[in-house]
């Protein structure tokens, strides 16, 4: 059974700077494309950064020059780095992973990131 593991999150400054990183319990990691989303109370869960098995980049208007993804497929891992945090970044961020080669999508639990001074 595949398992997409969250960590880093926590309670920051606004200005700070948070690191997420999403582990991926699967026998071939290079084969999905992966994506950080987040939920802010009361909002519907959006995307924030994505990063493709060719190593393209996607990233929401609302992070863009502030946030990076990056993938480590040796390590099945996928980071979050965060700078210039907002109090308007604070929300749930979740971690995809969706395969390249089938349908097959899996969510991790969740990790909260709470900008705030």
């Known amino acids: 059974q595949v398992q997409v593991v969250e960590s880093g999150g926590g309670l920051v400054e606004p200005g700070g700077s948070l690191r997420l990183s999403c582990t991926v319990s699967?026998?071939?990691?290079?084969?999905?494309?992966m994506g950080w989303y987040r939920q802010a109370p009361g909002k519907q869960r959006e995307l924030v950064a994505t990063?493709?098995?060719?190593?393209?980049?996607n990233y929401a208007d609302s992070v863009k020059g502030r946030f990076t993804i990056s993938r480590d497929d040796r390590k099945k891992t996928v980071y979050l780095q965060m700078t210039s945090l907002k109090p308007e970044d604070t929300a749930v961020y979740y971690c995809?992973?969706?395969?390249?080669?089938?349908?097959?999508?899996?969510w991790g639990q969740g990790t909260q990131v709470t900008v705030s001074s």
């Open positions: 990063v493709a098995i060719t190593g393209t980049r």
């Open positions: 995809n992973a969706s395969s390249a080669m089938s349908p097959d999508d899996y």
């Open positions: 699967v026998r071939v990691f290079g084969i999905l494309n």
